[in-house]
């Protein structure tokens, strides 16, 4: 017996269920829905709620980065440059100019100067209760 498929219930509902799946993995009925004036809202609303989902995760794994390298803590010190940062934290200076570019398009950070970032609201948010 293959485990390879799910054997459901031989039901209008399923048997309609099935018939959409296939609608909607079809490319070519995707990209009448995004023309069509009638469905295009309901496309752009699907694909921008699959963006979200997308870009959520994106935004946690840079703020996870800033963590696990106490990007915060080291900035309440003071503003850091990539260089220091990527010596610090023994990353390539690249690594450490997008990692800090990327905390200043979230808003973690804030730029100070030309090469210098620091703190910003958001980045010195303690996860501690205030005295």
Not at 24 to 36: D, I, Q, S, V
């Amino acid at each position: 017996m293959s485990t390879d498929t799910l054997t459901l219930p031989d039901s209008w509902r399923a048997r309609w269920q099935q018939r959409r799946d296939r609608w909607l993995t079809n490319p070519r009925f995707r990209e009448a829905a995004a023309r069509f004036v009638g469905t295009r809202p309901v496309a752009r609303q699907r694909a921008s709620e699959l963006f979200d989902l997308v870009a959520g995760f994106v935004y946690s794994q840079w703020l996870a980065a800033c963590v696990e390298l106490d990007l915060f803590e080291r900035l309440a010190r003071g503003p850091l440059t990539a260089r220091v940062l990527a010596q610090e934290g023994r990353l390539p200076d690249t690594a450490a100019l997008r990692l800090l570019e990327a905390a200043v398009s979230l808003k973690l950070v804030q730029t100070r100067g030309q090469d210098a970032r620091g703190c910003s609201g958001h980045g010195a948010a303690s996860p501690h209760p205030l005295p």
